[in-house]
């Protein structure tokens, strides 16, 4: 699969070899800001290239990062990381069908992922449908994830540990939306396949649901037969925000083999509500997600494997300087802060009554400086507090991170 996703990305990139300075083969598809943009835009929200008159767009975006951390006062040293380059292919087959696709490259190629790959039929602005490998559309970082959009090198914690980090699978759906004057409204809902039993039997030795990401056959049929249900609203005004609330759920388990039934169905559940904007003339932008899992865990499962994990973030950011510089036209500096805790292990323990812990308090600083809305250069002081299942003194981890991120 490496191998010919590899040799797609070389020929559509190689072909036809023009220079990108034939303005008339090469075109820029800016992203549209002309309406009102909700996080489930994102998908179509990037600057694209087209070629010439072939029917296919092209697009992506690149990472690369140092980062410098130590624990307790140990450190492993300097390293650097190119944590993921990501190419989107888009195309509009015919007026109203659109097709895109967006294939990730991760740790240096290490894996290569189809994050999203979907036809997409609009039948009218609040129905349409869309069918292949979709984002799960749950909180807002899942669907609007794309590196350059943020002043911050790591991704969220609860986004990426309590909600799989780009979380997609398999499945059909629709989606709409409707606005008007100042306000938009939209809603998505996706059947698709799910997680399977690694989320409670895993390496990591708690209930763990990006465990899930590494079943590739997920791709290719349900671990049980029972889809997972994604369903997402959200609602924008001009001048007050955007507010989401979305739920996944579904059976994990399997409970029949070959028609007998070898276990009851098990259930896990996530809630998510993410809200974000803008504070006028200062321009001071805020953005915060909160998750809630709730999971059937078998009752002669360890305490360790928590049955309710909660968290979030709180990221703020200010531009300081927005003006020419360096010879790029309004280029900004913005200063940065984000704030985040993660609870795997909601709850007391059954024999002792006394408080489970096994979470993660963070906070990050940061400065970034933008010669373009497409690209950022950042730099970020991270210091967390991690306490295990018993509650011993936290783990201390500080650290500086350097990098930038770009659409191309």
Do not use: C
Not at 278 to 301: G, L, M, Q, R
Not at 319 to 327: E, H, S
Not at 378 to 397: E, F, I, K, S
């Amino acid at each position: 699969m490496k191998q010919t996703l590899l040799f797609l990305l070389t020929s559509l990139l190689s072909i036809p070899a023009f220079s990108q300075s034939d303005s008339s083969f090469f075109k820029r598809i800016p992203a549209d800001t002309s309406k009102l943009k909700l996080n489930m835009d994102a998908v179509y929200n990037r600057p694209f290239l087209q070629m010439g008159k072939l029917p296919v767009s092209i697009g992506g975006y690149l990472e690369a990062n140092s980062s410098y951390f130590g624990t307790d006062g140990v450190s492993e040293g300097l390293s650097f990381q190119i944590p993921r380059m990501t190419i989107f292919l888009s195309s509009t087959i015919k007026k109203r069908i659109k097709f895109l696709s967006e294939i990730e490259l991760e740790e240096g190629g290490k894996e290569i992922g189809i994050e999203f790959a979907s036809m997409d039929i609009e039948l009218h602005p609040l129905f349409n449908l869309r069918g292949g490998v979709l984002m799960n559309p749950i909180g807002a970082f899942n669907q609007n994830h794309d590196g350059p959009k943020w002043e911050f090198i790591s991704r969220p914690i609860s986004a990426t540990t309590i909600i799989p980090s780009t979380w997609s699978n398999v499945g059909f759906g629709i989606f709409g939306k409707y606005g008007r004057n100042n306000l938009v409204w939209a809603y998505e809902a996706y059947l698709t396949n799910g997680f399977d039993d690694k989320i409670i039997a895993n390496e990591e030795n708690r209930t763990w649901l990006p465990e899930s990401k590494k079943n590739p056959e997920r791709f290719e049929e349900s671990f049980n037969g029972i889809p997972l249900t994604t369903v997402k609203t959200a609602i924008r005004h001009r001048k007050i925000g955007e507010v989401g609330i979305s739920w996944m759920g579904g059976v994990y388990n399997k409970f029949k083999e070959e028609g007998i039934v070898i276990d009851s169905k098990r259930r896990v559940d996530v809630f998510a509500i993410d809200f974000n904007t803008t504070v006028p003339k200062i321009n001071t932008y805020f953005n915060a997600e909160w998750v809630w899992a709730i999971v059937d865990v078998p009752v002669s499962s360890p305490s360790q494997f928590g049955n309710k994990q909660q968290g979030g973030f709180l990221d703020i950011v200010q531009p300081i300087v927005k003006r020419k510089m360096f010879g790029w036209e309004n280029s900004t500096i913005n200063l940065a802060f984000r704030t985040e805790y993660t609870d795997y292990n909601v709850g007391t323990f059954d024999e002792t009554g006394e408080n489970i812990y096994d979470h993660i308090i963070a906070i990050v600083p940061g400065i970034s400086f933008r010669p373009s809305t497409q690209t950022v250069i950042r730099v970020n002081y991270r210091y967390h507090w991690q306490r295990d299942l018993l509650g011993n003194p936290a783990a201390r981890t500080a650290g500086f991170q350097f990098g930038f991120s770009t659409y191309f």
